[in-house]
T-cell receptor, first 114, second 115 residues
Framework: AQSVTQLGSHVSVSEGALVLLRCNYSSSVPPYLFWYVQYPNQGLQLLLKYTTGATLVKGINGFEAEFKKSETSFHLTKPSAHMSDAAEYFCAVTANSGNTPLVFGKGTRLSVIA | KAGVTQTPRYLIKTRGQQVTLSCSPI?????VSWYQQTPGQGLQFLFE???????NKGNFPGRFSGRQFSNSRSEMNVSTLELGDSALYLC??????????????FGNGTRLTVT
């Protein structure tokens, strides 16, 4: 079975500051890992994913995440926050077999202060 | 290419009633998943369909059911509505099951309010 823990239900950063959203996963088999973003009154949009290969993955809007197996982590970062980054971010995991549904964390709400 | 379309966007129902939500996947996508999103529980998996067959089912009571049609469109039904069923119901489609090469694309959801 898979599970995800997102540390911090709410993170607040200043515009131009580093964004760091934490995600730790649990999986009994090699995982596929994802970050999604949700803007108000909308569905979820895929930011980036890790399946195999390079452990540092780059996504849309300047976000990137690094898969660290030894730490069972997949933290999301962006060097410089923009006001438009304010949204809710979800980390998700599934087994690499593709036979299990995507399991989401509880989400982290990112606020960006001008 | 049009995205995932969910109808209706908003619904208000009374306890005890039933409701049907509709989802049209992205053209060419054959896998459809449904999730319930609430402030307390977050995103919880309901079910997944591929080629009209239910592949996976989440831990929800039998009042929650779904189906997929030959054109890949999907519906979910909730019978005997309870106040706790108030939530945002999200539909997501992908080319095929397994998100490695075919990640989920989400619709904007149907907001169900039960009074």
């Amino acid at each position: 079975a898979q599970s995800v823990t997102q540390l911090g239900s709410h993170v607040s950063v200043s515009e131009g500051a580093l964004v760091l959203l934490r995600c730790n996963y649990s999986s009994s088999v090699p995982p596929y890992l994802f970050w999604y973003v949700q803007y108000p009154n909308q569905g979820l949009q895929l930011l980036l994913k890790y399946t195999t290969g390079a452990t540092l993955v780059k996504g849309i809007n300047g976000f990137e995440a690094e898969f660290k197996k030894s730490e069972t982590s997949f933290h999301l970062t962006k060097p410089s926050a923009h006001m438009s980054d304010a949204a809710e971010y979800f980390c998700a995991v599934t087994a690499n077999s593709g036979n299990t549904p995507l399991v989401f964390g509880k989400g982290t709400r990112l606020s960006v202060i001008a | 290419k049009a995205g995932v379309t969910q109808t209706p966007r908003y619904l208000i129902k009374t306890r005890g009633q039933q409701v049907t939500l509709s989802c049209s996947p992205i053209s060419g996508h054959r896998s459809v998943s449904w999730y319930q999103q609430t402030p307390g529980q977050g995103l919880q998996f309901l079910f997944e369909y591929f080629s009209e067959t239910q592949r996976n089912k989440g831990n929800f009571p039998g009042r929650f059911s779904g189906r997929q049609f030959s054109n890949s469109r999907s519906e979910m039904n909730v019978s005997t509505l309870e106040l706790g069923d108030s939530a945002l119901y999200l539909c997501a489609s992908s080319l095929a099951p397994g998100q490695g090469n075919s990640p989920l694309h989400f619709g904007n959801g149907t907001r169900l309010t039960v009074t």
